[in-house]
T-cell receptor, first 109, second 115 residues
Framework: QQPVQSPQAVILREGEDAVINCSSSKALYSVHWYRQKHGEAPVFLMILLKGGEQKGHEKISASFNEKKQQSSLYLTASQLSYSGTYFCGTGSYGQNFVFGPGTRLSVLP | GAGVSQSPSNKVTEKGKDVELRCDPISGHTALYWYRQSLGQGLEFLIYFQGNSAPDKSGLPSDRFSAERTGGSVSTLTIQRTQQEDSAVYLC?????????????FGEGSWLTVV
């Protein structure tokens, strides 16, 4: 079952912060975050694992609440290059790895 | 190669024809995924291969879709009797192993247009 992402879209000015949320109805063992720019393939941002391990870029931060089956991606001091569609992907027991519908982020000068 | 390679990058085909899309994963990656992305939409899971295990085909939308992976490396996604609703970008991805803590690397995609 596909995770739910919110908001669907957000517009920021350079330097502003944003939070993108991802939630699932299933118990999760991992959450992945990817960013896709128009016409390009999705690019890895971060992986969060059950138990607290995280792997990702230094400038990206995220949280994973295993109990609530939720993850949030924090974008601080946004830059123009942050624009794109952000997808969360979830790994859960007995189910293939699925992605959410995406959150479209636009950063304006 | 250094990344996931897909071919063709663009394909225009007539309704009713069969198409084959190829994916060459990163060397050494045992896990391979196919996703479909319609214009402006999210990533729809199609099929997952992991090593020598039976593939997870639960995302294939109809029996017109099939995929195979030869020698644990190259994969081919075949769409038979294409329909206009099959028009989308077909993305292949690979990871070192399993589904949990490993980065998934995507190819550039094969853009399929059915006319």
């Amino acid at each position: 079952q596909q995770p739910v992402q919110s908001p669907q879209a957000v517009i920021l000015r350079e330097g502003e912060d944003a939070v993108i949320n991802c939630s699932s109805s299933k118990a999760l063992y991992s959450v992945h975050w990817y960013r896709q720019k128009h016409g390009e393939a999705p690019v890895f941002l971060m992986i969060l694992l059950k138990g607290g391990e995280q792997k990702g870029h230094e400038k990206i931060s995220a949280s994973f609440n295993e109990k609530k089956q939720q993850s949030s991606l924090y974008l601080t001091a946004s830059q123009l290059s942050y624009s794109g569609t952000y997808f969360c992907g979830t790994g859960s027991y007995g189910q293939n790895f699925v992605f959410g519908p995406g959150t479209r982020l636009s950063v304006l000068p | 190669g250094a990344g996931v390679s897909q071919s063709p990058s663009n394909k225009v085909t007539e309704k009713g024809k069969d198409v084959e899309l190829r994916c060459d994963p990163i060397s050494g990656h045992t896990a391979l995924y196919w996703y479909r992305q319609s214009l402006g939409q999210g990533l729809e899971f199609l099929i997952y291969f992991q090593g020598n295990s039976a593939p997870d085909k639960s995302g294939l939308p109809s029996d017109r879709f099939s995929a195979e992976r030869t020698g644990g490396s190259v994969s081919t996604l075949t769409i038979q009797r294409t329909q206009q609703e099959d028009s989308a970008v077909y993305l292949c991805a690979s990871s070192t192993t399993g589904r949990s803590g490993n980065t998934i690397y995507f190819g550039e995609g094969s853009w399929l247009t059915v006319v």
